[in-house]
């Protein structure tokens, strides 16, 4: 098996444990200076401090840099048809979200792209999306569908991650979001287009194994929180395990919604009241915050103080879609959550790695540097964890290894 000693480390800096980290124990760390790290195959198989063990293994210096888990990426729309640049002057001109979505464009517009373009022409484009991340530092991210509305583009969105997963060095994790938007077709029979998710796509989604999470859009003008829950409930009767998009614009009972059914997460969480935070609590669902969406809405922040203190595990993701946040840099969301949201960068850091991870399910497998868990890890240009989450806009990302390869090189 191949080895591969890193060694010379600034500062080690990671999460610990198998599972999401809340309260106090989501700013909780280990902080390793002076360290090495001995990667056998994908995999982690020691670390420690002070002199680096004799072994045969190939060596790597660091060069007294800051090295992390590879960052995940719990929330992105990573595959659709055309971009969204038009609605920049929409948006200026004092147009909101929902009204760009109510006039049939926003989702909808995106809807129409995904659907004229071919499967190939969707991969090429997710790829490079990808390729992109990497770079960035993150090793694995979710990928939903919702940008086909009807069986055969929601199946061909979601046989695109499919490949992309078997294809690219990024793991994936797909979730299916055919309640993002109703699509134009059944504009007057909102219950028809319920049962077509409900009776056929989602059995026909699950019976492929296309996707692990069903996810909706629970949000004024979209579904409502009674309609999530059918759809919801009827994931699960197939399953999926349930996410959902709740309180980003309107608190209209999506939060709630996610507590009784113990949803794995809910994100946005923009407007979310106090109720909702409890709820959140009680049920032991992760709260995956976008502030890059908040950013380029211009809206507010959720209020993620109150949820930590509350014991709410908190995720943080790019929100990566080409309407309300066309970035996918993880680093710039750290950067925006010590900033916006008021965590510590070691609160940051648990959110985009361990806490990232659980919400997609894999917290046993990645999220920490520990041994025994795959070998994603990135070399930061970057002495420590404060540098990281303050040079905002820079891409700090020196050497990212996925499963014990390098992926990205220096500069
Ligand atoms: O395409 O606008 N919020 N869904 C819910 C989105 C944003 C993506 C989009
Ligand atoms: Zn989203």
Not at 96 to 118: C, E, H, N, Q
Not at 156 to 162: C, F, G, N, P, S
Not at 177 to 184: F, R, S, T
Not at 259 to 269: D, K, N, P
């Amino acid at each position: 098996m191949e080895k591969l000693l890193i060694h010379n480390i600034g500062l080690l800096a990671t999460p610990r444990g198998r599972e999401a980290r809340s309260g106090k124990a989501q700013g909780e760390i280990c902080l390793l200076r002076g360290a090495w790290i001995l990667l056998e195959g994908d995999r982690i198989a020691a670390l420690g401090t002070g002199e680096a063990p004799e072994t045969d293994a190939r060596r790597l210096d660091a060069e007294g840099r800051l090295v992390t888990p590879g960052l995940v990426d719990a929330h992105t729309h990573l595959v659709f048809g055309g971009w969204r640049q038009n609605e920049l002057g929409l948006k200026l001109h004092g147009a909101g979200y929902l009204d760009i979505l109510a006039a049939g464009g926003g989702i909808l517009s995106t809807v129409k792209a995904t659907r004229a373009a071919t499967e190939d022409e969707l991969f090429d484009k997710a790829r490079a999306a990808l390729d992109e991340m990497l770079a960035l530092g993150v090793t694995t991210a979710e990928a939903k569908s919702g940008y086909g509305l009807d069986l055969e583009t929601e199946l061909k969105q979601l046989r695109v991650t499919r490949r992309l997963n078997r294809e690219h060095p990024m793991d994936l994790v797909s979730t299916f979001l055919g309640a993002h938007a109703l699509p134009p077709e059944y504009k007057d029979d909102r219950e028809g287009y319920l049962r077509l998710l409900c009776d056929t796509v989602i059995p026909r989604v699950a019976e492929e194994g296309l996707a692990e999470y069903c996810d909706v859009f629970c949000e004024t003008g979209v579904f409502s929180a009674d309609e999530s829950r059918r759809i919801l409930e009827a994931g699960l009767r197939h399953g999926l395990l349930p996410k959902i998009h709740a309180d980003e614009i309107d608190p209209i009972g999506g939060s709630r919604l996610a507590g009784e059914l113990r949803a794995v997460s809910a994100e946005h969480l923009i407007v979310c009241p106090e109720e909702g935070i409890r709820a959140l609590a009680q049920g032991g669902v992760i709260a995956c915050c976008l502030p890059a969406t908040s950013f380029y809405l211009g809206s507010a922040f959720a209020p993620v103080r109150e949820m930590i203190e509350a014991g709410v595990p908190v995720a943080l993701a790019s929100d990566f879609n080409p309407g309300s946040c066309p970035s996918l840099n993880l680093q710039l969301v750290m950067n925006l959550a010590c900033l916006r949201y008021k965590m510590t960068p070691e609160e940051t850091l648990t959110a985009v790695t361990l806490n990232g991870a659980a919400a997609i399910g894999r917290a046993g497998e990645i999220g920490s540097l520990e041994p025994g868990k795959l070998a994603d890890l990135v070399i930061w240009d970057s002495p420590d964890l404060d540098y990281l989450c303050y040079r905002m806009g820079s891409n700090l990302a020196g050497l990212v290894l996925k499963k014990g390869q390098i992926v990205k090189r220096e500069k």
